[in-house]
């Protein structure tokens, strides 16, 4: 069996997952943490609906902060797919999608402030950047055929439209509805930087113990995402596309003399500002270097990997319930719902929840990303069990799921997995301003000592460290074989 | 249902599209986020309320979820007066040329913070942080906001100076928890062995009843330092009218309202001056925090 790549592969990485585990810090420090985990689930079935008079208010908001963002990133990201191959735009695509929302909404909230602009900016740019790659791929694997039998002359602009966008529009169609599903959930954590989405006022209920209203707040943001085949209608996204700018609220207006000092000094390394010029800029770099970029790195990549091998082995355990080939209709329901809850759950607000109750480690953090990432490849993985046709004498049971089952989803269930290696690090990195020391945490620790420029260079270099490890995960795919599928 | 939504419509896009003439006459406000959201609102709602009765134009609170962002919001000029703690206040102010401490609380003049423990933890309270070198070694810590006066600056300042060691490296788990209740509850909770908090807040869940003596209890109290105060920026008075600073100054040296000084809790507000938070500043570029 070691003779085969893909299992060398995951042995190779699951190795390096369970030295991670001898470095990392996991534990739990909370003395009582299964009551107050306890507490957490007795407020989810007791919700109060009724706790803040903002709550309907922050629901309207987080569906129209994700509405425009979403809306604005396709529209530039489809304008950067048709100029995806030239270098510099993929290297810009590449740079702004390595950068987290919320990190964005913590760059602009420190000149817009408190206006719109800040949150729709914070999606806009991330999914333009996303958006670019992946229409760029679906239009890249529309079939040739149809523009060559277009009568010679005709238009580039017609030639498109009408031989290309035909083909791809389905799959375009399914990837922005997903993507606005995530814009639900990048919109509900804005709210806990201090945009008036539901984060906000989560954020408040569970730090002071209201488990009723913060389970209402979880409950009503569930059935906002279930219902999305509901009330997201192709007849009416035009309506809510044009209205959605009207609800994100009036916010504070803009000063524009605050970007000019953001760019022109805050962002500037303090050595340059100051009178100690260049010569002052390398021990700067350096003490920032060995006192926050590493150990920042380091517990990035540990936790990352960890978290990647922990979402790769919930994956495999979660498809069975929702594949036809075990249990009932029962299981499969009730397995269904907990696959939706976990991948509906944004990893922030997970990692929050059980930070809050387990006490600060690595392991929230670890169980947070696995639960989300794990939900939605256990997910997509069980999905593709589906279509599997056994044999009628095909063994059942546990024999089923390992003689038959994991090695026909093994390849897909990896494509999909170094697929969100890149996701699962972003997501790693952002985990810190919840104090996990992972990058995240020196950004956020530069940003409260009002030091932007330290902020920047760690930001960029998270970015860089994204870019690093997505190259390495299409590296790897490639090695193996592994088909990609955008819709992950 | 659709009458609703068209009304509301309305009245959104009428507010957004006159945002910017609106909030030029409202005279905005923030604070730090130092303790529990609906504490902080219910506050500063009623000050929003009274200082809008006592100087006739519109005033508005706008609740922040960190202390860098009431700062960013104050040095922006979105909002024209701050609560600050002692830290924030002088980073406010290096920020922003011009503006000033107007007013502090009677008790900000001798703050203190204080040291906790969950009493399992078995640390006996002490006179000096010294004596408690041994005790306090390896115990895991809580901080609260990171740029909090008195749960972050104060702390570690003593920290270092009488152990000779930054936190991370005396204890054996660092934290921060964000606010002085959530320092308390985390405490009490054991989640953390030992914290660092506001004396004021301690006092006053002391009296409420809201804690909990036989799980956490006081083990060290710094010496005092002054905290929070009222900063305004300096060019309210082009933006309100000529002597509007000194009307702020005099509505808040005035206030006398029982429930709302209690709800702070301080005793009344006292004249203050940049110069008073010398020493914050002396002891934040010590540690680091400042450069």
Redesign the interface.
């Given at each position: 069996m070691l003779s085969y790549p893909t299992v060398r592969a995951s042995l190779i990485f699951f190795a390096v997952a369970i030295a991670g585990l001898l470095f990392a810090d996991i534990a739990i420090t909370a003395s009582n943490p299964w009551r107050d985990l306890g507490n957490f689930f007795l407020g989810v079935v007791t919700p109060n609906f009724f706790s803040s008079e903002g709550l309907m208010t922050a629901l309207l908001r987080t569906v129209a902060f994700a509405f425009v963002g979403v809306a604005l990133g396709s529209f530039f990201g489809f304008l950067l797919a048709l100029v995806y191959r030239l270098l510099p735009v993929r290297i810009f695509c590449a740079f702004i999608r390595a950068i987290h929302e919320l990190f964005w909404a913590l760059i602009f909230l420190q000149f817009f402030g408190f206006h719109p602009l800040t949150g729709v900016l914070a999606i806009a740019i991330p999914y333009s950047g996303i958006f670019a790659k992946v229409y760029s791929e679906i239009l890249e694997e529309a079939d040739p055929e149809p523009r060559r039998l277009l009568p010679p002359g005709t238009g580039m602009v017609a030639a498109f439209l009408y031989a290309r966008i035909p083909d791809c529009w389905d799959q375009m169609r399914t990837y922005t509805a997903y993507r606005l599903e995530c814009g639900l959930r990048s919109s509900a954590i804005l709210g806990f930087v201090g945009l008036p989405t539901l984060g906000f006022y989560l954020e408040s209920s569970f730090s002071q113990g209201l488990y009723s209203d913060a389970g209402a707040m979880l409950i009503l943001f569930y059935v906002l995402i279930a219902s999305i085949p509901l009330w997201v209608r192709p007849k009416l996204l035009p309506i809510y596309i044009l209205a959605a700018p009207f609800f994100l609220g009036e916010g504070l207006p803009i000063v524009w003399g605050n970007v000019e000092r953001f760019f022109t000094e805050d962002i500037i390394p303090a050595p340059l500002r100051g009178d100690e010029g260049l010569t002052g800029l390398l021990p700067w770099l350096n003490d920032l270097m060995i006192n926050e970029a590493l150990p920042g790195i380091w517990n990035t990549i540990l936790l990352t990997q960890i978290a990647l091998v922990a979402t790769g082995i919930l994956a495999l355990l979660a498809f069975p319930l929702i594949s036809n080939h075990f249990g009932g209709p029962v299981r499969r329901t009730s397995g269904h719902v907990f696959l939706v809850i976990a991948r509906s759950t944004p990893e922030y607000i997970l990692a929050y929840i059980l930070l809050q109750l387990w006490g600060p480690s690595m392991l929230p953090a670890v169980v947070a990303l696995a639960l989300h990432n794990g939900g939605i490849i256990g997910h997509l993985i069980g999905r593709q069990t589906n279509n599997i046709r056994l044999r009628p004498d095909a063994p059942a049971g546990f024999n089923r799921y390992t003689w038959e089952l994991v090695p026909r989803v093994y390849r897909s269930f990896l494509a999909f997995l170094f697929y969100r290696w890149e996701i699962i690090m972003r997501e790693t990195a952002i985990l810190g301003i919840l104090g996990i020391y992972t990058l995240g945490f020196y950004v956020d620790s530069a940003i409260q000592n009002i030091r932007f420029d330290r902020a920047m260079v760690l930001i960029l270099i998270t970015a860089l460290l994204n870019i690093g490890v997505d190259a390495l995960g299409r590296y790897i795919r490639r090695k193996l074989a592994l088909q990609t599928m955008p819709t992950c | 249902m659709a009458l609703n939504l068209i009304r509301?419509?309305v009245a959104?896009?009428l507010?957004?599209m006159t945002?910017?003439s609106a909030?030029a006459e409202t005279f905005?406000f923030t604070a730090i986020p130092d303790e529990?959201?609906?504490k902080l609102v219910e506050r500063f709602r009623g000050v929003a309320d009274y200082l809008s009765e006592q100087l006739d134009v519109e005033v508005r609170y706008?609740p922040?979820?960190?202390?860098?962002?009431a700062?960013?919001?104050f040095?922006?000029?979105?909002?024209q007066l701050a609560w600050f703690g002692g830290l924030s206040g002088v980073?406010a102010r290096r920020?922003v040329p011009g503006s000033e401490a107007i007013a502090q609380g009677v008790e900000d003049e001798a703050f203190q913070t204080y040291f906790i423990a969950?009493t399992?933890a078995g640390i006996e309270p002490a006179q000096e942080l010294a004596e408690l070198e041994d005790e306090l070694r390896g115990k895991?810590f809580t901080f609260g906001?990171?740029?909090s006066t008195s749960g972050r600056l104060m702390p570690e300042f003593h920290i270092r100076d009488t152990f000779g060691e930054a936190p991370e490296d005396f204890f054996g788990?660092v934290?921060?928890s964000?606010?002085h209740?959530?320092t308390l509850?985390?405490v009490e909770?054991?989640?953390?062995e030992v914290g660092a908090l506001n004396f004021q807040v301690w006092q006053k869940e002391l009296e409420d009843g809201n804690i909990d003596t036989n799980a956490v209890q006081v083990i060290w109290e710094t010496p005092a330092y002054p905290d929070y105060q009222w900063t305004i920026r300096g060019d309210v008075n082009e933006r309100f009218g000529d002597g509007f600073k000194a009307r702020v100054k005099e509505a808040l040296l005035a206030l006398d309202d029982k429930a709302l000084l209690e709800s702070f809790p301080r005793s009344g507000f006292i004249p203050a001056s940049n110069e008073d938070y010398e020493p914050i500043r002396k002891t934040a570029e010590e540690i680091g925090?400042?450069?």
């Open positions: - | 509301k419509f959104s896009s507010l957004f945002a910017a909030n905005v529990d959201e609906t706008i922040v979820k960190s202390y860098a962002a700062v960013s919001a040095r922006n000029n979105q909002v980073q920020l969950n399992s895991t906001s990171k740029g788990r934290g921060f964000g606010n209740t959530r509850r985390l909770a054991g989640t953390y925090i400042l450069d």
